[in-house]
């Protein structure tokens, strides 16, 4: 699954920033962080406050495909405790490299589910032990849920956010055939100006009707060109 920094989105720093920290602020949590699962695209799109360097490593190593807080959050309805997950070995493997960041593994995620089969959750983390942790998540839970609809909410009603979240993640690739589709070219003809098989153009195009929802080719491009994904010829 492909991540997508928030942080990229139109307007993200007004629209995101001031929530998650004020979250930490008001909650007493050390680091927050929303995401989301994109139903079209079936990427995964996040906003948080962890240090810069730490954001860096995840991504750059593809942790969110690991990484038991998110995949069991994806799965439950209820929060997720992380401490129920300390046992398995991704949370072990993503939690050595975040130790050495100075993230701590005391944490809970808050599942939210859509009424159009949307999906997000957010996250919050706090250093301390056991005990003041029990009692610290017990004082806020109901809040946290709470928050976490909202920011939830706030995403998916935001005109240029919802745009950005629900863009089909298309392959250079495939826009390119259906590119060429716009302008009136056969498969066999996109296959010979690209050097490559008819069957393989067959199988891009297949593929970007499956991420468009398009019945036919021909539907395909239609929704490309509304969604400014390529242009008419």
Avoid at 18 to 35: E, R, T
Avoid at 74 to 93: C, Q
Avoid at 181 to 207: C, M, P, W, Y
Wanted: proline fraction near 4%.
């Amino acid at each position: 699954m492909d991540l997508y920094s928030l942080h990229d989105a139109p307007r993200s720093e007004e629209l995101y920033a001031s929530y998650l920290n004020d979250v930490c602020s008001s909650l007493g949590f050390d680091d927050a962080a929303y995401a989301g699962i994109n139903p079209v695209g079936g990427t995964m799109h996040a906003y948080v406050t962890y240090r810069e360097d730490w954001q860096h490593h995840y991504l750059h190593r593809g942790l969110q495909n690991l990484d038991p807080t998110i995949h069991s959050a994806m799965h439950s309805v209820a929060p997720v405790d992380w401490s129920r997950l300390k046992r398995t070995k991704d949370f072990k493997r993503i939690f050595s490299d975040a130790h050495d960041f100075g993230i701590s593994e005391r944490g809970i995620t808050i599942p939210v589910r859509g009424p159009y089969g949307e999906f997000g959750m957010l996250s919050v983390t706090r250093n301390c032990d056991d005990g003041e942790w029990k009692k610290h998540r017990r004082n806020v839970i109901a809040d946290l849920q709470s928050v976490a609809a909202h920011v939830h909410d706030h995403v998916m009603s935001s005109a240029p956010i919802s745009r950005f979240l629900h863009h089909p993640q298309l392959s250079d690739r495939e826009l390119e055939i259906l590119q060429w589709i716009a302008a009136g070219k056969s498969q066999q003809d996109i296959a010979d100006i690209i050097n490559i098989s008819n069957r393989t153009v067959e199988v891009h195009l297949r593929s970007a009707r499956t991420k468009l929802f398009a019945l036919t080719t021909a539907q395909a491009v239609g929704r490309a060109i509304g969604m400014s994904l390529i242009y008419p010829s």
